[in-house]
């Protein structure tokens, strides 16, 4: 069974820095982090395809998070930056464990497998 682990979650002070981790237990095509907030809907973050040349940004992201992968260790990372209160959520990491055709990097259904969330909270 494929597993998707998180880590480098924790607490920190707005304006810091985080970097989440996500290791995959097989060679995955696109990888993904989405976040979740109680009580709203899980929102796409950041997404890439597995050359890299396909990212995905959410607004409200975009110019602070990068998204990197190293497809050798099956492994993506979510480098964050100038965070923010509104940041604070659960991240999950997902995974397609298929080919695929089309630009579908921000859709949760898209995904194949999900990891089991690590905490991030940013406080004022």
């Known amino acids: 069974q494929v597993q998707l682990v998180e880590s480098g979650g924790g607490s920190v002070q707005a304006g810091g820095s985080l970097r989440l981790s996500c290791a995959a237990s097989a060679s995955m095509y696109a990888m993904g982090w989405f976040r979740q907030v109680p009580g709203q809907e899980r929102e796409s973050v950041s997404a890439v395809s597995r050359s890299g040349t396909d990212q995905y940004y959410a607004a409200s992201v975009k110019g602070r998070f990068t998204i990197s992968r190293d497809n050798a260790k099956n492994t993506v990372y979510l480098q964050m930056n100038s965070l923010k209160p509104e940041d604070t959520a659960v991240y999950y990491c997902?995974?397609?464990?298929?080919?695929?055709?089309?630009?579908?990097?921000?859709?949760?259904?898209?995904?194949?497998?999900w990891g089991q969330g690590t905490q991030v909270t940013v406080s004022s």
């Open positions: 997902a995974g397609r464990g298929t080919p695929y055709t089309g630009t579908y990097l921000s859709m949760a259904g898209f995904y194949t497998y």
